[in-house]
């Protein structure tokens, strides 16, 4: 595939759970083909990207223009296919520029939390084509690979961690490849906190205090504690007042299930009030965008995070 773009493998459909290193496995792939084949156009775009892109061109009467740009390049890697689930006219979007790129010998890559054949709120047809070529699924790593994964995190640290923690590390943290760096990241913070080396008995105390079995969240729980945060009434998050006290909270909410939790754009929409879809793309790219300038938001994000999985 990486030697012949579009001639074989195409579509290469990658999928897995959530941190087991989909995005990187993608992106290689991309900088690999930029490498090999200096003269191919590649593009990576999210799903949650391509719709916003979609939306904003419909919008501002540019639907055309759209096409255009996607259909220029000669591999497209797409990640988080999921999260464009019960998105009747992007889907319908995605499904003609697959066919327009397909037909045209154009390397295709998606990346999704599920097989294709499992993956709800798509269509028969666009399921079709994501499993027309070769389907490839990450699974969780073994202790083998979260000891080498270890090994290669803590090289990039610049730091050194005897050969029995990090066996211990491996066969105790079980969770994906982001659990994993976290308790690198509070392994390599402690030690340096303490000026010393971390013992055994550090190791194992963080792990059992900073790694909680997963637990299911629901969206109304998500809901009550982001509320009773800011200080509104829950009811009010339902609603479609507009006052400013409410739509921030709300805004973050959406955000949070997104982030947090993978809720699927329409899911969100519906499960509060019946918003459209777009609306909550907008509300969480608002976020986004806040993040970026906002240094007590992103402090208040995390105090909302604790709370949740508290």
Not at 58 to 79: H, S
Not at 146 to 165: N, V
Not at 211 to 228: F, L, M, T, Y
Not at 229 to 238: A, G, L, R
């Amino acid at each position: 595939m990486l030697d012949r773009p579009g001639l074989t493998y195409n579509p290469l459909f990658i999928y897995g759970s959530t941190g087991h290193g989909k995005t990187h496995l993608i992106q290689a792939v991309g900088n690999y083909f930029k490498k090999a084949h200096a003269n191919k156009k590649v593009l990576y775009v999210t799903s949650e990207r391509f719709a916003v892109d979609y939306i904003n061109s419909v919008r501002a009467g540019r639907a055309n223009n759209f096409k255009d740009q996607y259909r220029q390049y000669d591999v497209l890697i797409m990640d988080d296919i999921q999260f464009i689930a019960n998105t009747e006219k992007t889907q319908e979007e995605l499904f003609h520029l697959f066919n327009a790129l397909h037909d045209n010998n154009k390397q295709i890559v998606f990346s999704s939390d599920k097989h294709p054949s499992l993956l709800p709120g798509f269509e028969e047809r666009l399921k079709g084509r994501f499993a027309a070529g070769v389907i490839a699924e990450i699974p969780e790593p073994d202790v083998e690979s979260r000891i080498a994964i270890i090994k290669a995190k803590i090289e990039q640290h610049g730091f050194s961690i005897p050969e029995d923690i990090i066996q211990y590390i491996a066969e105790n943290v079980r969770g994906n490849i982001r659990e994993l760096e976290g308790v690198l990241n509070m392994i390599v913070c402690k030690s340096q906190l303490k000026g010393k080396a971390i013992s055994h008995a550090d190791v194992r105390a963080l792990i059992k205090h900073n790694v909680k079995p997963n637990r299911g969240v629901s969206i109304d729980e998500v809901v009550r504690r982001i509320a009773q945060y800011y200080e509104v009434p829950e009811k009010s998050i339902y609603e479609k007042t507009r006052k400013k006290e409410v739509v921030k909270p709300r805004q973050i909410i959406m955000y949070m299930l997104r982030e947090e939790f993978s809720v699927s754009y329409p899911s969100i929409g519906e499960k509060l009030g019946g918003r459209d879809h777009t609306t909550v793309i907008h509300s969480c790219e608002k976020i986004k965008e806040e993040i970026k300038m906002n240094n007590a938001l992103e402090q208040e994000l995390d105090h909302i995070r604790t709370l949740i999985h508290a």
